[in-house]
């Protein structure tokens, strides 16, 4: 590769640095291909796996704000059933059995909860979600999802015959605050638009 | 805004320091120059470096029952291994056309 492409590539990296870090661009960027919409009663609330078990046990940061946001969701009458999604990794326990657990231990009768310990990406949450679902005739859902990720599960799903609706499963941090969340969050949407070039070649969309 | 004004002022101190002990300080263009090829490398290295953990990711995934979350991509570990990458190759480059 040439001298001048690199430094136009080098010059375009710094630039991005600055606009990212230190302006709201990455927000308009995030609203634009995640936006925002409003809960929605469905029959079921699926909440995604997201970030599984840390090794001491307990679930990580954003499971357990997913997990919340599900509960949360349960608890005001969206659904009356409750999903909980995430597979174990290595020796830890699934994330889905210590969501479950979490679920109990905050009121959500048991009868009510439905697990999938088995999927390890979007694609295979939806397949195993919708062999649980299915037996109960359940068609409409409210997706618990991060925000990058909400309109690739959205459509992964709507793909499997679900009608699809979606909540953000880290509510309020859709207004980033600093320079670090910021690049970070431009990272996930890197990731997220890789994920989505990917489901769009394999045919999952 | 903290953080720019910190690192302006760093900037411009080290800036004052060079000039008042004598050192050339001409050529500002021709450094950024400079910088923007550094950056430049390192981005290739960074863009390289995804682009192949994602093919080995799914390579793994597809080739044996083995899962890996393309998530581990997302470490900022990767991003100062490229940096170091970059920095290294690039003062290389130079110390052979130099």
């Known amino acids: ?205 | 805004m903290l953080l720019l004004v910190v690192a302006g002022m760093t900037s411009l101190g080290a800036g004052l320091a060079l000039r008042r002990s004598g050192v050339d300080t001409r050529g500002l263009g021709a450094t950024l120059g400079e910088v923007f090829a550094l950056a430049g490398t390192v981005t290739l290295f960074y863009l390289a470096n995804v682009t192949l953990g994602l093919g080995i990711v799914l390579g793994v995934r597809s080739l044996s029952s083995h899962f890996i979350s393309a998530y581990l991509l997302d470490d900022s570990s990767l991003l100062v291994l490229s940096l170091l990458q970059g920095v290294v190759f690039f003062c290389w480059r130079r110390r052979r056309s130099g």
């Not at chain 1, 291909?33 to 699926?46: D, G, L, Y």
């Not at chain 1, 109990?104 to 999927?119: C, F, H």
């Not at chain 1, 295979?124 to 299915?134: H, N, P, Q, S, V």
């Open chain 1, 1 to 205: 590769m040439g001298r001048t492409l690199i430094q136009a590539l080098g010059a375009c990296t710094i630039v991005g640095f600055f606009l990212t870090a230190f302006t709201p661009a990455v927000d308009l960027l995030e609203r634009l291909t995640a936006p925002e919409e409003p809960a929605q009663r469905a029959e079921a609330i699926v909440v995604l796996g997201v970030g599984g078990v840390a090794p001491g046990g307990g679930l990580t940061d954003r499971s357990l704000r997913a997990t919340l946001e599900g509960i949360r969701l349960y608890r005001e009458g969206w659904a009356p059933l409750l999903v909980l999604s995430g597979a174990a990794s290595g020796s830890r326990r699934a994330e889905a059995e210590v969501r479950a657990e979490l679920a109990r231990q905050l009121g959500v009768p048991a009868s009510s909860i439905l697990t999938l310990s088995t999927a390890n990406t979007t694609r295979d949450e939806a397949l195993g979600i919708r062999a649980l679902l299915e037996p109960r005739a359940v068609r409409r859902i409210l997706l618990v999802v991060e925000a990058p990720a909400r309109m690739r599960a959205s459509e992964a799903f709507s793909r499997v015959g679900f009608q699809v609706a979606t909540a953000s499963s880290n509510p309020g941090a859709a207004v980033l605050r600093n320079p670090e969340d910021r690049l970070h969050e431009l990272k996930q949407l890197g990731l997220e638009l890789a994920a989505r070039a990917y489901y769009r070649v394999m045919g999952y969309l």
